[in-house]
């Protein structure tokens, strides 16, 4: 007797995030875990595939090259439906704010299946920032059945927007999870060349796309002509990225431009260096408990707890702020090892375990008899 459920997911932050969850649901016997993968992220999705147990596996094929969001979002809406259509599911779990997630969790709600909510309730109160992922999370709200928080904080957010209250959990962030659970593999190897202080750099939010993300790699070039870091970028896939970032980064000899890593060589490459400079929301998560400083850039963050212990700090995407904040970090003993020392408000490694057990607490009623019997 097992309850199914189907995962769906597109992109590489989804995969770290739900992975703990489908090992654990693997684990019971109770549980039949559906894997769908969208490919919004294609190739670093792939890389991925093997944190989670052998399933079941559908792959969709509805990506295009620089669709518009209505175009993908009114084609995974239509795909989506008939998978579950076809595989009767009877929960399907989302994680966070893609635009998978929002079309999951729609085409389930339309085909009349429950939706569970991983990492519910981050909110930065600006509908177009980060865009589109404050509006997704917020809508995916309206028509989920579980919504298990990463913090209190995240928690007490969708109590206010009237969620009901016996559908919240606190859990911790499975983003943690895996994290640890990478670690404890030993895998992976990290991809700075020197002995420099290291500083690893992500960018690559749509909201930051354009001008304001070719001012935010002038600032980089400008903390790399310093001449005492190494400045790592695993380049994003996106050719608007692409177009804003290579022009500023082309032969400086302190900034390495690399392909995309894989989750486990970035892991390692996230433990090996002394700072982190992200528009990430992920980073944000794992980075404090490594013991890394973050410094946000983005205007707005909806995971404040990390700012609040004074893990991170956003600092906006001004070139003037960002050198200005990196320099201050980087040349200040008490507030580099403040931040570093600062601790994880995101969880202890156990937020799958929570998840699975409250979903199995509130399925007994889905429990279906294996084929045949």
């Known amino acids: 007797m097992t309850v199914r459920a189907m995962l769906v997911l597109g992109t590489r932050p989804e995969a770290v995030k739900l992975a703990p969850v489908a090992r654990a649901m693997a684990a019971d016997p109770l549980w039949e875990p559906l894997l769908v993968t969208t490919g919004q992220h294609r ?4 890389q991925m595939l093997h944190l989670f147990p052998a399933c079941d596996h559908t792959e969709l094929d509805v990506m295009r090259t620089r669709q518009q969001l209505s175009t993908l979002t009114a084609r995974l809406i239509d795909v989506l439906g008939a998978v579950i ?50 509006l997704n999370r917020t809508l995916i709200a309206r028509v989920a059945r579980w919504h298990f928080a990463p913090t209190a904080r995240a928690a007490e957010q969708l109590k206010t927007e009237g969620v009901p209250e016996g559908s919240v959990f606190v859990t911790g962030n499975t983003a ?49 002509d310093r001449g005492d870091l190494e400045i790592l970028l695993p380049l994003h896939k996106s050719p608007a990225v692409r177009e804003a970032l290579l022009p500023h980064f082309a032969g400086h000899p302190h900034i390495r431009v690399v392909e995309p890593l894989n989750y486990l060589d970035f892991t390692a490459t996230l433990a090996a260096c002394d700072l982190v400079l992200t528009d990430s929301g992920g980073i944000q998560e794992e980075a404090p408990t490594l013991g890394k400083p973050v410094l946000i850039l983005r205007t707005t963050t909806e995971r404040p707890e990390a700012v609040d212990v004074g893990a991170a700090q956003l600092i906006g995407t001004d070139p003037d702020a960002i050198v200005a904040a990196t320099t201050a970090v980087l040349e200040d003993h008490a507030t580099y090892t403040r931040m570093s020392k600062a601790g994880n408000p995101f969880g202890d490694g156990k937020a799958a375990g929570r998840i699975v057990t409250q979903l199995s607490a509130d399925c007994a009623d889905l429990v279906r008899a294996p084929v045949g019997v």
């Not at 190739?43 to 792939?46: P, T």
């Not at 994680?95 to 729609?106: E, P, R, S």
């Not at 002995?195 to 070039?221: D, F, K, P, W, Y």
Request: no cysteine; charged share 25%; aromatic share 4%.
């Open 43 to 46: 190739e670093m999705l792939r």
């Open 85 to 134: 259509r076809a595989h009767r599911p009877d929960l399907v779990v989302v994680q966070g704010d893609t635009t998978t997630a929002l079309t999951g969790a729609l085409a389930a709600f339309y085909e009349r299946v429950p939706v569970a909510h991983v990492e519910a309730g981050l909110r930065t109160g600006v509908v177009d920032n980060p865009f589109p992922e404050e």
């Open 176 to 224: 943690v999870d895996n994290l640890r659970w990478v670690l404890d593999r030993g895998e992976g190897r990290d991809h700075f060349a020197t002995a420099s202080r290291r500083v690893l750099l992500t960018l690559h939010r749509r909201e930051n796309q354009g001008t304001t993300m070719r001012g935010m790699g002038a600032a980089i070039r400008r903390l790399a």
